[in-house]
């Protein structure tokens, strides 16, 4: 049988934010916590809820009700003594209040191959405590937060209590970093540039072993492509 060829690792592009970087404003937090996102039972805003009973915290909760029975028989009864479900609101409004809580709560109960929740959040400033699922350890480092083990209520709320002490500044520069349109869209051009100049490599080695010479003509056409993608300017592109 012939050898197995190596599998090669597809590359990964972090998502920007959607929205400008800037609608996500710095803010001073508080000493509240905020979760924000689908309220279903896979998103898990229930052991948000618990986790911040444990940890003594108010807790506002912002999102769509997509699931009508959860919210009515498992998040309705934990309302109240803090803990307060606000509805659905605009970008903006959002912002505010992320940017006034202290922490930010994720808790998906599946591997989110991303998370824009974090992303918004470390915009604002606020760190985020969030369970160890999918992307999240690759989201949220130490300046940016803290992970709790997946599912673990107290782990969670142990872990609210130490994110909400991280400089928030930090937080805000680690999401201009890493979380930006820009960024995003440069990564992509850079990642196209490479894949083609290896194309072209391939196909200059080939004329140069002597075949099909009217075969420079498609080469040009390359060259003038990398040459395109290069000068192309990415905020157009946004």
């Known amino acids: 049988m012939p050898p197995r060829r190596a599998r090669r690792r597809s590359p990964s592009f972090g ?22 996102g689908r309220l279903v039972p896979e998103k898990a805003p229930h052991l948000a ?11 506002r909760l912002f999102g769509p009700v997509h699931d009508e029975d959860y919210f009515a028989n498992v998040i309705t009864p934990r309302l109240g003594g803090g803990i ?9 409004i959002l912002a505010r209040e992320v940017s006034n809580a202290g922490v930010a709560v994720v808790t998906p109960t599946w591997d989110e191959p991303f ?5 918004e959040a470390l915009a604002c400033g606020t760190p ?8 999240m350890a690759e989201l949220i480092g130490p300046d940016d937060g803290r992970l709790a ?34 960024r995003m869209i440069d990564e ?28 420079w003509v498609d080469t040009i056409h390359t060259i003038d492509t990398i040459h395109t993608i290069h000068t192309v300017d990415a905020a157009e592109i946004g």
């Open 15 to 36: 998502n920007g934010l959607s929205t400008d970087l800037d609608r996500w404003r710095f803010g001073d937090g508080g000493p509240g916590a905020v979760w924000t």
């Open 49 to 59: 809820i618990d986790a911040a009973l444990a940890a003594g915290k108010r807790l």
């Open 84 to 92: 307060e479900y606000v509805g659905h609101w605009p970008v903006d």
């Open 115 to 119: 998370g824009l929740i974090v992303a």
């Open 128 to 135: 985020v405590a969030a369970f160890d699922r999918g992307a």
């Open 149 to 182: 083990r997946p599912g673990d209520v107290e782990s969670l709320a142990r872990a609210m209590r130490a994110a909400a002490g991280i400089d928030r500044s930090g937080c805000r520069r680690s999401a201009e970093r890493r979380f930006s349109v820009t």
């Open 188 to 215: 992509y051009e850079n990642w196209f540039e490479r894949q083609i100049a290896r194309r072209l490599g391939r196909r200059i080695l080939h004329l140069v072993s002597g075949r099909a010479a009217d075969e």
